[in-house]
Nanobody, 127 residues
């Protein structure tokens, strides 16, 4: 069974940092574009960041640009999300996702542009 599993979430004070990992099982995702999304109760899942299979191109939501960094790992851990200068409004469940290709920036910002999803990890930022 193909799976993506997020880890690294937790409780942190405003201004702190966390590093999320996306681990794969069942298959490798080193040729997939990877993305991170987040969701808070009652709201739609929103795009956070995306990266090409090579790591040569990245894309960020305006709300996190300059504070978050998406990067590639190895075949077992295809994506990381380094989150610095965290704010209470960053509190959410964070999901990693994999896409067969990059296609367009618009596709990378949309949930339907991804083929595989993790189950999410909670990030809570206290003020």
């Amino acid at each position: 069974q193909v799976q993506l599993v997020e880890s690294g979430g937790g409780l942190v004070q405003a201004g702190g940092s966390l590093r999320l990992s996306c681990v794969s099982s069942g298959q490798t995702f080193n040729t997939y574009s990877m993305g991170w999304f987040r969701q808070t109760p009652g709201k739609e899942r929103e795009f956070v960041a995306a990266i090409t299979w090579s790591g040569g191109r990245t894309l960020y939501a305006d709300s996190v640009r300059g504070r978050f960094t998406i990067s590639r790992g190895d075949a077992k851990t295809p994506a990381y999300l380094q989150m610095n200068s965290l704010k209470p409004e960053d509190t959410a469940v964070y999901y990693c996702a994999a896409s067969l290709g990059w296609y367009t920036e618009e596709a990378r910002r949309e949930e339907r542009g991804y083929n595989y999803w993790g189950q999410g990890t909670q990030v809570t930022v206290s003020s």
